[in-house]
T-cell receptor, first 115, second 108 residues
């Protein structure tokens, strides 16, 4: 299993600013992912965070808006850049210790409100 | 790609049984996950089916039919704490694709 923590747990930000969310896993994992979840909606995958290389983004998400880092096998960051109220959402980090075809563990999420 | 469908909402009474269906169309099948998510919390793993048939874990069971592209999650002896969203998900292309989720409300 894997225990995942995220910082911050919530934040209120001004339009046009950027916020970096940190995700820490208590053990080395093969894959890490970043999701967005609007209230009452399911999870939308933003990108797969690749260790040592650029993240793999899903359709509709771009690196300039959501830069991602993964410097090692236990840590990743997601930055939400040049924020607008439409970016208000819950951002979730997840990790799969042994690969995508096995259980994913989720962090508690970061609740972002953009004014 | 992955196309996953499940009902939006279901309501049941305490002690009853509820079955949440999930149909999927995938470019390559690698099993089916079920997750539970309580409001304001992160999703937690319930089950993973790769082979056809029923897998039971206490009050929760999950069924898979690969030929029909169909799965269901069966919740027995419902308790108030089972009120949550239940997400069907299929791994493929090195990522997990989620259905929209089924919100289950348990009433006394």
């Amino acid at each position: 299993s894997a225990v995942i923590s995220q910082k911050p747990s919530r934040d209120i930000c001004q339009r046009g600013t950027s916020l970096t969310i940190q995700c820490q896993v208590d053990s080395q994992v093969t894959m890490m992912f970043w999701y967005r979840q609007q209230p009452g909606q399911s999870l939308t995958l933003i990108a797969t965070a690749n260790q040592g290389s650029e993240a793999t983004y899903e359709s509709g998400f771009v690196i300039d808006k959501f830069p991602i880092s993964r410097p090692n096998l236990t840590f990743s960051t997601l930055t939400v850049s040049n924020m607008s109220p439409e970016d208000s959402s819950i951002y979730l980090c997840s990790a799969s210790p042994t690969g995508p075809y096995n259980e994913q563990f989720f962090g508690p999420g970061t609740r972002l409100t953009v004014l | 790609g992955q196309n996953i469908d499940q009902p939006t909402e279901m309501t049941a009474t305490e002690g009853a049984i509820v079955q949440i269906n999930c149909t999927y169309q995938t470019s390559g099948f690698n099993g089916l996950f079920w997750y539970q998510q309580h409001a304001g919390e992160a999703p937690t793993f319930l089950s993973y089916n790769v082979l056809d048939g029923l897998e039971e874990k206490g009050r929760f069971s999950s069924f898979l039919s690969r030929s029909k592209g169909y799965s269901y999650l069966l919740l027995k002896e419902l308790q108030m704490k089972d009120s949550a969203s239940y997400l069907c998900a299929s791994p493929g292309d090195y990522k997990l694709s989620f259905g929209a989720g089924t919100t289950v409300t348990v009433r006394a």
